[in-house]
């Protein structure tokens, strides 16, 4: 797994992360010093994606557990309000929350002052370990839904630095590259914040595979004339129904493949569903601050005092949904009953 750049780098309780927001054009590396440093890289996006926000959860309360001095309660009481801290970062994508729930078992169960880090550290990484192996596996089964040549869309980056190696929607893009199998992949820029244009075209280039850059309203146009073959989007999470949030502009993507009559795929983990909400009805939907419309890399776009909507993540119906790739397999069809067939028993 070493041709990935590693996003998150946990050493011996300490915690680095790549600064995401700087990529392209400079990889740097952060260490994070403490909890209000950790949130802000949370919110500031300068580590995001679903799965990677919340192995990186994971190792913060793990380096505040190593840390937190007083009693057995005490300690238990101060990790606790951590874990609070860190799910109230980033409302949309439920994977921080599996994660911290189970960390969390591990703090209340704990009977002694010196195991607690120790297990918590365990099962972080045991967690980014998993990670890899899953996003791997998603990616062995999307790549036998393409065929040789085929030409895919996607939005955002749902790649290896939103996992801990060959991310969701772009693992079978690895997966073909390593097998020597010929596919294009369409990224759209996603704005406002441009994960697309900066991180997916930057990953994919890197790792020599075949990637063209379009802006947000070329999508249509390029289905058509580019002869685009389906649509893979990652999620940050998946209600029981099959109800997919993921970024801003998912949603039109979905309309626009059933529109032209080509597979709309979401890949995800089992830590991205949510079998607590019902319908896509019931998630929360982050909203950000207004620069990141009314501005452009710093230069402003838009007059001052303008109105801004500014959701990040919108939700696509099941029904748009061709399948959803999990680990364990291919859901054709979501719905509650397809998806509690497949992964009824297994959720955590
Ligand atoms: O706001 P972001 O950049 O964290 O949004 C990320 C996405 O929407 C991804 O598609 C999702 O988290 C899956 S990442 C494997």
């Known amino acids: 797994m070493s041709q990935f750049v590693q996003s998150i780098i946990y050493d011996n309780g300490a915690v680095t992360i790549l600064d995401q927001t700087r990529l392209p054009e400079e990889e740097r590396y952060e260490v994070i010093h403490d909890l209000a440093q950790a949130i802000d890289a949370i919110k500031q996006l300068r580590v995001r994606g679903a799965p990677a926000i919340s192995l990186f959860g994971g190792f913060i309360l793990v380096q505040e557990a190593f840390r937190t001095i007083g009693t057995l309660a005490e300690v238990k009481q101060e990790l ?154 990652g999620a940050d ?22 529109a032209f009559g080509i597979p709309f795929y979401v890949a995800a983990p089992l830590s991205t569903f949510d079998l607590t909400s019902l319908s896509g009805d019931e998630i929360e939907i982050e909203e950000r601050d207004a620069r990141e419309v009314t501005q452009l890399a710093g230069k402003v776009t838009a007059p001052a005092g303008v109105a801004v909507f500014n959701p990040a993540f919108d939700v696509t119906p099941h029904e748009l949904i061709t399948a959803i790739i999990t680990e364990l397999g291919v859901i054709k069809h979501p719905s509650v009953e397809t998806i509690e067939q497949t992964i009824g028993q297994q959720i955590r």
């Not at 089964?141 to 040789?148: N, R, V």
């Not at 999470?237 to 059933?258: C, E, H, P």
């Open 80 to 233: 606790l309000t951590v874990s609070a801290q860190l799910l109230a970062t980033r409302p949309t994508a439920v994977n921080l929350r599996n994660v911290l729930d189970e960390l969390n078992q591990l703090i209340v169960s704990a009977t002694t002052l010196k195991e607690l880090p120790v297990r918590l550290e365990q099962k972080a990484l045991e967690l980014y370990q998993t990670d890899a192996k899953t996003s791997r596996q998603i990616g062995v089964h999307a790549l036998e839904l393409f065929e040789s040549g085929d030409r895919v869309l996607t939005i955002c980056n749902a790649g290896s630095i939103a996992t801990a190696a060959y991310g969701t929607a772009l693992a079978p893009f690895y997966l073909a590259k390593e097998q020597g199998i010929p596919l294009s992949v369409y990224a759209s820029e996603t704005r406002p914040l441009l994960q697309g244009a900066r991180l997916t075209t930057w990953e994919l280039q890197r790792a020599g595979i075949d990637v063209t850059l379009i802006t947000d309203n070329m999508v249509a146009h390029t289905i058509k004339e580019k002869n685009i073959t389906a649509i893979i989007v």
């Open 237 to 258: 999470r998946i209600t029981r129904n099959g109800d997919t949030a993921n970024k801003i502009g998912t949603f039109q993507l979905a309309l626009l493949a059933r």
